[in-house]
């Protein structure tokens, strides 16, 4: 057999060998590749998906502040009314006792007013 020949079909033996085990590897890193790319949107949906949940947060924090002030008025408002009705029970002649029974306020602010009243 000539040399020649024998060195070509080795050298296409071999490179046929080479390429069934590189063929492997390529499927391989392509598979890979395809996963990484899934990955990443599924990493780009939850950090969209965070910052929505970020944003509702941030959003709910600012209507617990607005309650707070809506409390704070209410309760300002709520406090005027038991004291107008309080003023209203000394004018019609109420005990201090029965004012505080009745409003909520403290029998020595119940006297109190009388107090003013006089005045």
Do not use: N
Not at 22 to 33: E, L, N, Q, S, Y
Not at 95 to 110: F, H, M, P, Q, R
């Amino acid at each position: 057999m000539d040399p020649i020949y024998v060195f070509t079909v080795a050298g296409l033996a071999a490179a046929v060998t080479s390429v069934c085990s590189i063929t492997p590897a390529v499927m391989i890193m392509r598979r890979m590749h395809t996963r990484s790319k899934a990955l990443d949107a599924q990493i780009k949906r939850l950090q969209d998906t965070i910052e929505q949940q970020d944003q509702r947060l941030r959003r709910l924090d600012d209507l617990a502040a607005d309650l707070v002030h809506i409390r704070a008025d209410i309760d300002w408002m709520a406090s005027e009314q038991i004291v107008d009705r309080a003023v209203a029970m000394v004018r019609s002649g109420a005990g201090a006792e029965d004012i505080s029974t009745e409003t909520g306020v403290t029998l020595d602010e119940a006297r109190a007013l009388q107090k003013l009243r006089r005045h």
